[in-house]
Structures are given as C-alpha cells and as structure tokens.
C-alpha cells in the first residue's frame, strides 16, 4: 500500500507541525524533505488552506539570500514581467520541463558513476562536480543552441499563426483594408500605391 502524503500544519504563531512524527519541524527541517524527495503537504491549521507553495517559495528566499544565489536580478525581473502575461502559464511549463530534462541528466549521470565507481566513491561523487568544471562551457553553449533553437521554433509557430489568421478573413471584407497594399508577394500591377485614394 503507498504511503499518504506527509501533512503539516503551520499554525497562526508560524510554527511547522509534522503530523508523522507528532512534532514541530523547522524550515531546515522541511528543506531536507524536499532534498530526499519526499511528498508533502503544507496546510494552514485552521482553514486548511494549500501553503505547500508559499514554503517552497520561503525556502528559496532563504536560499537565495544565503552566499551563492541561483538567480540573477535580470532572471527574476524578466520571470517577474511573466505574470499577468499571456505566456505565462507556458513559461511556467515551460521552466519546468527544462528543470525536469537537466535533473533528470544529472541523475542519470550519478547512477551511470554509481555503477562504474560504487556508491561510497569518492570519485563517483565527485564526478558531476568534475563533469561541470570540464564540461560547463560546453552544456551552457548546449544549453543556449537549445534556447535559440526553441526561439526560432517559437518565431516560425508565431508567423505560421498569423498567416493562418490572414488566410482566413481573407474573404472578409474590412473597410478601409486592402490585402494586396500589405503584401509584398503581389504583382507589383495589383499592389495599390497608398497615397491613392
């Protein structure tokens, strides 16, 4: 039988409740589930409203305004200008897939260590460390290919959209609109001058 979801409660004076081990729990003490990927939920004690989201983003302050920050200002600005956004229920999907893919690299890479090297190897646990010193500028220069390459998939989606959308009002009439003044593949005798009334 799969084991429920662990459930804490955050009561009104901020403290953690882990209702598993019938204690209170620190933000530490959450962090270290999210590191052995252990499922949780955090509801409010009272109205058992979802917090879950709201820790994560606590323990990313904290992590964030700890020595090595993983975001740039510029990041958080431009993930900021999302909100409100029509793109932004796909910038977030779209976050998350890349996420998933460079994790998933990453464990895939551990376990190939594990069975090469043992699982208490000093080497093996050192070899992602060591992959990134001598592969970091080439998985960034991966990475990047990877995002104009997903930039220009985005630009082709886009103009292959609006062509769709001419193409169909085309036998729409709209006063005051004339499709061969736009269209630059017209026969030069059938594009009317625009200072021609």
Do not use: C
Not at 127 to 147: D, E
Not at 156 to 179: A, K
Request: charge should be negative; aromatic fraction near 10%; avoid cysteine.
């Amino acid at each position: 039988m799969p084991e429920q979801q662990r459930l804490i409660k955050k009561y009104p004076n901020r403290r953690l409740y882990d209702t598993r081990t019938s204690s209170y729990i620190t933000l530490n003490d959450v962090k270290d589930l999210v590191l052995a990927q252990e499922k949780f939920k955090v509801v409010d004690a009272k109205t058992s409203e979802d917090l879950t989201r709201s820790i994560l983003l606590q323990i990313i302050l904290e992590e964030e305004a700890g020595g090595a920050p993983m975001f740039t200002s510029d990041l958080l600005a431009h993930m900021i200008r999302f909100y409100g956004n029509a793109m932004q229920g796909m910038m977030g999907k779209y976050l998350e897939n890349n996420i998933k893919a460079f994790t998933d690299m990453q464990a895939k890479l551990q376990d190939q260590a594990r069975a090469i090297y043992g699982e208490n190897s000093p080497v093996g646990q050192d070899l992602w460390a060591q992959f990134l010193n001598f592969q970091g500028p080439a998985l960034q220069s991966m990475m990047g290919a990877y995002v104009d390459q997903s930039k220009k998939m985005f630009e082709q989606m886009q103009s292959q959209l609006e062509n769709q959308t001419r193409s169909m009002f085309t036998g729409f009439q709209f006063p005051g609109y004339n499709p061969l003044e736009e269209d630059p593949s017209a026969p030069a005798g059938e594009r009317k001058d625009p200072n021609q009334k």
